[in-house]
C-alpha cells in the first residue's frame, strides 16, 4: 500500500504475518504440527482480525466466533476429548501462539473453556461426567466457566473461603456451597461453572455448578481496559445446592487442582510469545511505509536497533517455549520450569509492546494499528494464572531451596 504523507490513518497493512522464526526453533515441527498452527492463522487472517476491534471497543463477547471455534475444533484448546484428534502439546502450543496473535481475548475465551473448565471436567471427573459435558463443550454447546478466584483470595488461591456442606434436601443428597469468587471468565455468561470450593474435610473439591441454580448471582465486572472481548464475573454463591453426583471425584485436594492449573501455564507463555508477534508485525510494517523528515522510518538507525531488540527478544521466548514443550511432551517439565516460561515471555511480550507503541507515535494508541490492543491484554496476561511475583518466587525456591511463601 501506498502512504499519503500527512495523513494520520495508516494506509499500511499490520496484520500481515511474517512467520517469524529467526532461531529456526520450529524447523522441526512436523506436518501435522504446523498444518494445525496454519489452520489457526487462517482463521485469525479471515475471521478475527476483521472484526475484533469492534468487539473489544464495544466490550462485547464475539460469540460468532466462539461459534466457529467450535466448529474448527478450536475451542477444546487442545485437551483430550473422546471422539477428538488428539493433539500433540507443540501443536496446542503453536495454535495458542498463533490466536494470541489475533486476539488475547479470543484466547482466553479458549483457554477458559477447554484449558480450564472442560480439562477440569476431564482431568478429574468421572465417566459419566466426561460423557455428559465433554462432547458439548467441545462443541460450544455448553460454555464453562473455572472459579477458582475470590475477591481476597486471588494469588492465596490455596486459602479460597468458599464452603461445600453435605447436605440432603427433599431426599437428594448433595452439597450447599456459599462464598464468592472474582474474575471468572464466561461466570456470568455461561452455562456451567467449575467452583472449587473447601468441603468439611478441610480439603479443596471442585464442583459442576449450573449457572441458572437457585443461589447463583453472577454480574459482569465493569470498567476494564483489557481482555475487553471476554467477560469476567463477580460470582456470589448463596446457598446453592448441587446434587452429589456433581463433585468431581478425582478432585480430592488442592494438588488436584494445581495439576489444571500447571497443565495451562504453558499455554499461556505460548500465548505472550504471540502477543509480542503481532506488536513486532505491527512496527515492522509501519516502518517500512512510515515516512519523516524525508524518508520511511525503517532507514533510522534507532528503529532498525529497536526492531533488533524485540526480534531478538522475541527469539529468546520463541527457543523457551519449544524447549519446555518437548519437555512436557516427555513428562519431564516441572513446575518452576512451567513458571520461567510464564515469567519470562509475560515480561518479554510486556517489553515488545512498549517498543512497539512507542515506535507508532501517536498512531500507536489506535486500535486500527493493532499494538494498543494487545498492549493493554498483555497487562492481564501478565497477572492471570499466576502474578510474576508469584511466579518469581517459585522459581526462587528451586534456586535457592527456601520458601519465601508467607
Same mark, same amino acid.
Given at each position: 500500500?501506498t ?8 494506509? &499500511? ?5 511474517? @512467520?517469524?522464526?529467526?532461531a529456526?526453533?520450529f524447523? #522441526?515441527?512436523?506436518?501435522e504440527? /504446523?498444518?494445525?498452527?496454519?489452520a489457526?492463522? /487462517?482463521f ?16 462485547e463477547?464475539?460469540m ?6 467450535? %466448529? ?7 485437551? #483430550?476429548?473422546?471422539?477428538?484428534p488428539?493433539? =500433540? ?6 495454535a495458542?501462539?498463533?490466536? $494470541? ?6 484466547t ?10 472442560l480439562?477440569s471436567i476431564?482431568?478429574?471427573? $468421572? ?14 454447546e ?11 483470595h486471588g494469588?492465596?488461591?490455596?486459602? *479460597? ?11 437428594? %443428597?448433595g &452439597?450447599?456451597?456459599?462464598g ?9 455468561i455461561?452455562?456451567? =461453572?467449575?467452583?472449587?470450593a ?18 447463583y #448471582?453472577?454480574?459482569?465486572i465493569?470498567?476494564k481496559?483489557?481482555?475487553r ?15 452429589a ?8 485436594s488442592f494438588? @488436584? ?8 501455564? *504453558? ?6 510469545v504471540?502477543?509480542?508477534?503481532a506488536?513486532?508485525?505491527? !512496527?515492522?510494517?509501519y $516502518? ?7 524518508r520511511?522510518l ?13 526480534? =531478538?527478544t ?18 519431564q ?9 510464564? &515469567?519470562?515471555?509475560? /515480561?518479554?511480550?510486556?517489553?515488545v509492546? !512498549?517498543?512497539?507503541?512507542d ?7 489506535l486500535? %486500527? ?14 497477572? &492471570?494464572?499466576?502474578?510474576? =511475583?508469584m511466579q518469581? *518466587? ?13
Open positions: 500500500m502512504q499519503t504523507p500527512g495523513v494520520t490513518a495508516p494506509d &499500511y497493512d499490520v496484520t500481515q504475518p511474517l @512467520d517469524i522464526d529467526f529456526g526453533a524447523a #522441526d515441527v512436523t506436518e504440527e /504446523r498444518a494445525w498452527q496454519l489457526v492463522r /487462517r485469525v487472517q479471515d475471521e478475527v482480525l476483521p472484526v475484533i476491534d469492534g468487539y473489544w471497543e464495544r466490550y463477547v464475539p460468532d466466533l466462539v461459534k466457529r471455534m467450535a %466448529e474448527l475444533d478450536f475451542l477444546r484448546d487442545g485437551v #483430550d476429548v473422546p471422539g477428538y488428539k493433539i =500433540s502439546k507443540m501443536a496446542e502450543g503453536l495458542a501462539m498463533e490466536m $494470541s496473535r489475533g486476539d488475547g481475548s479470543v482466553t475465551i479458549c483457554g477458559v473453556q477447554g484449558g480450564l473448565a480439562r476431564v482431568m478429574l471427573g $468421572s465417566d459419566e461426567q466426561i460423557e455428559q459435558y465433554a462432547g458439548p463443550m467441545a462443541r460450544g455448553i460454555l464453562g466457566a473455572f472459579a477458582l478466584t475470590e475477591p481476597t494469588s492465596d488461591s490455596v486459602g *479460597l473461603e468458599t464452603t461445600a456442606v453435605r447436605e440432603t434436601r427433599d431426599g437428594v %443428597e &452439597y450447599v456451597i456459599n464468592e469468587k472474582k474474575w471468572i471468565g464466561f461466570g456470568s455461561g452455562d456451567i =461453572s467449575v467452583v472449587w473447601r468441603g468439611e474435610d478441610s480439603q479443596v473439591h471442585g464442583y459442576i455448578v449450573p449457572q441458572d441454580t437457585p443461589g #448471582d453472577a454480574t459482569t465493569e470498567g481496559i483489557s481482555l472481548a471476554i467477560h469476567q464475573a463477580h460470582i456470589v454463591l448463596n446457598d446453592v445446592f448441587v446434587p453426583e456433581n463433585l468431581l471425584p478425582k478432585a480430592r494438588k @488436584d487442582t494445581g495439576r489444571v492449573l500447571f497443565a495451562t501455564r *504453558l499455554g499461556v507463555a505460548w500465548g505472550a504471540g502477543q509480542a508477534v506488536c513486532y508485525e505491527a !512496527a515492522v510494517a $516502518s517500512k511505509q512510515r515516512t519523516q523528515f524525508g520511511p525503517a532507514a533510522s538507525q534507532m528503529v532498525q536497533e529497536r526492531l533488533t531488540k524485540m526480534l =531478538s522475541i527469539t529468546q521466548m520463541q527457543l523457551l517455549v519449544k524447549q519446555l514443550t518437548r519437555l512436557d511432551e516427555a513428562d517439565l516441572t513446575g518452576p520450569q512451567a513458571s520461567l516460561a510464564k &515469567y519470562t515471555c509475560t /515480561r518479554g511480550a510486556r517489553e509492546a !512498549a517498543i512497539a507503541r515506535m507508532l507515535g501517536g498512531n500507536g494508541i486500535l %486500527e494499528n493493532r499494538v494498543a490492543r494487545h498492549f493493554a491484554d498483555i497487562e492481564a496476561l501478565h497477572t &492471570y494464572e499466576g502474578t510474576e =511475583s518469581a *518466587l517459585i522459581v526462587g525456591r528451586e534456586i535457592t531451596g527456601t520458601s519465601a511463601f508467607a
